[in-house]
């Protein structure tokens, strides 16, 4: 199992992006609960917002209300929407799942939010 995940980038503070992760190998992101984490420089890895496999999403109280995070069931993607971005924002931004019996982890994207 491989997790994918794209869609960083550099964006002024206010804007927006749109986070994506894949799963490739024995499973799919359709049904799994999936987390987004991100490690700013310097810092230790933060849990950003979960999606399960009921679908509720929870958050981090640093992203409630810009951050969102979603599920095409079909493609087996799992989104993360960051709006309203603020330079505290910036990070390597990680999907992580838990199936077969461990934990998966994409190799991360990089938001860069500039002032």
């Known amino acids: 199992v491989q997790l994918q995940a794209s869609g960083g980038g550099l964006v002024q503070a206010g804007g927006s992006l749109k986070l994506s992760c894949t799963a490739s190998?024995?499973?799919?992101?359709?049904?799994?609960?999936v987390n987004w984490h991100r490690r700013a420089p310097g810092m230790q890895r933060k849990w950003v917002a979960r999606?399960?496999?009921?679908?509720?999403?929870e958050y981090a109280a640093s992203v409630t209300g810009r951050f969102t995070i979603s599920r095409d069931r079909r493609q087996g993607t799992v989104y993360l929407q960051m709006n309203s971005l603020k330079e505290e924002d910036t990070a390597m931004y990680y999907c992580?799942?838990?199936?077969?019996?461990?934990?998966?982890w994409g190799q991360g994207t990089e938001v860069t939010v500039s002032s």
């Open positions: 992580e799942t838990f199936t077969f019996g461990r934990t998966f």
């Open positions: 190998g024995r499973t799919s992101l359709s049904t799994k609960s």
């Open positions: 999606i399960t496999s009921g679908s509720t999403t």
